[in-house]
């Protein structure tokens, strides 16, 4: 994991020519020490609340080995990212609309490691990239885990999301990938922030939390925040079922309702103008 991570500290910091982003993109990286938390689902009604407040909202399926946003929104796509870093299709023709006002990138299955890109797919890939900047909101849904995409992923965002529950192997687990980012990831300066899925009510949500963040601060140093919980609710496995977002199946249930605030928590808090798909990148692909 070291050397793949020094290989994408290496890659060339480059701005394709001609190429600006004309706007002020929020990165959101959604993260988990491990599956089967609810990340997924997370970053997907997310983004759909973050639609409803007037947003233009990507969400980029980063999963390069088991793509599953698709799979939440019942939609079959015919590209995906592998087909972009291939050269085979742009990233405009692999945006894929949606009936909930979001649009998705599909994950690249069958491409490994960023950092084992060829220099002209990674200039090319640069170039489709600056394509999202019309964007307001790109939400990444990582894989589950540390490998060093998702670690890629999380370092080249404004905010990182990390998702838990309050099983002690998702709480170990989270800390785990806690301490990896603080150890792994140089020059770290993003919004770290913790959300704790399926709990039976705030205080239970409240608890996790404490615990994750005082044994980071303790032993990492690392300053982490509590976005908040979200209920454990009957209407997301249906959802789940039914392939259609919890937000959209019932608005007023009480895990649509705490999705809501962790979006309205997080456009209350500061955005680095300096930041956005430039940085992410610059992140990815170069030094900073």
Same mark, same amino acid.
């Given at each position: 994991m070291e050397?793949?991570? @020094?290989?994408l *500290?290496?890659?060339?910091?480059?701005?394709?020519? %001609? @190429?600006?982003v &004309?706007?002020?993109t =929020?990165?959101i990286?959604?993260?988990?020490?491990?599956g %089967?938390?609810g990340?997924?689902? $997370?970053?997907?009604?997310m983004?759909?609340? #973050?639609a409803?407040?007037?947003k233009?909202v990507?969400?980029?399926?980063?999963?390069?080995?088991?793509?599953n946003?698709?799979?939440?929104l019942?939609?079959?796509?015919?590209?995906?990212?592998?087909?972009?870093i =291939?050269? @085979?299709?742009?990233? =405009?023709?692999?945006?894929l609309?949606?009936?909930y006002?979001?649009?998705? $990138?599909? /994950?690249a299955? /069958?491409?490994?490691?960023?950092?084992? $890109?060829?220099e002209?797919e990674?200039?090319?890939f640069?170039?489709?990239? #600056?394509?999202?900047?019309?964007?307001?909101?790109?939400?990444?849904d990582?894989?589950?885990?540390?490998?060093?995409n998702v670690?890629?992923f999380?370092a080249a965002?404004?905010d990182?999301?990390?998702v838990?529950?309050?099983?002690?192997?998702a709480?170990?687990d989270?800390?785990?990938? +806690?301490?990896?980012?603080?150890?792994?990831?140089?020059?770290?300066?993003?919004g770290l922030?913790?959300?704790?899925?399926?709990?039976?009510?705030?205080t239970?949500?409240?608890k &996790?939390?404490e615990r994750? +963040?005082? +044994?980071? /601060?303790?032993f990492l140093?690392?300053?982490?925040? #509590?976005?908040?919980?979200i209920?454990?609710?009957?209407?997301v496995?249906?959802? &789940?079922?039914?392939?259609?977002?919890?937000?959209v @199946?019932?608005?007023?249930?009480?895990?649509?309702?705490?999705v809501q605030?962790?979006?309205? *928590?997080?456009?209350?808090?500061?955005?680095?103008?300096?930041r956005?798909?430039?940085?992410?990148?610059?992140k $990815?692909?170069?030094?900073?």
């Amino acid at each position: 994991m070291e050397d793949q991570a @020094q290989k994408l *500290r290496e890659l060339m910091k480059t701005k394709p020519q %001609g @190429q600006q982003v &004309v706007k002020k993109t =929020r990165v959101i990286t959604v993260a988990s020490g491990k599956g %089967g938390v609810g990340k997924t689902n $997370l970053a997907v009604n997310m983004a759909i609340a #973050y639609a409803r407040l007037g947003k233009r909202v990507v969400v980029m399926d980063a999963d390069l080995g088991l793509a599953n946003v698709n799979i939440m929104l019942n939609m079959i796509p015919k590209y995906n990212l592998y087909h972009v870093i =291939r050269k @085979q299709k742009s990233m =405009r023709e692999i945006l894929l609309d949606t009936e909930y006002g979001i649009q998705i $990138l599909a /994950g690249a299955s /069958g491409f490994s490691k960023i950092a084992n $890109l060829s220099e002209e797919e990674r200039q090319s890939f640069i170039t489709e990239l #600056y394509s999202l900047s019309n964007a307001d909101i790109i939400i990444i849904d990582t894989s589950a885990g540390v490998s060093s995409n998702v670690l890629s992923f999380v370092a080249a965002a404004d905010d990182a999301v990390i998702v838990t529950t309050p099983e002690p192997t998702a709480i170990t687990d989270a800390y785990g990938i +806690i301490k990896i980012i603080a150890t792994e990831v140089e020059n770290l300066n993003i919004g770290l922030k913790l959300v704790v899925n399926r709990v039976k009510n705030v205080t239970e949500g409240r608890k &996790v939390a404490e615990r994750i +963040i005082n +044994i980071s /601060g303790q032993f990492l140093n690392l300053k982490v925040e #509590y976005l908040g919980c979200i209920y454990d609710d009957p209407v997301v496995q249906a959802s &789940v079922l039914r392939q259609r977002p919890f937000l959209v @199946q019932d608005p007023k249930c009480k895990a649509s309702i705490s999705v809501q605030h962790l979006v309205g *928590r997080l456009e209350k808090t500061d955005f680095n103008g300096d930041r956005g798909l430039g940085r992410m990148i610059r992140k $990815l692909f170069g030094k900073e």
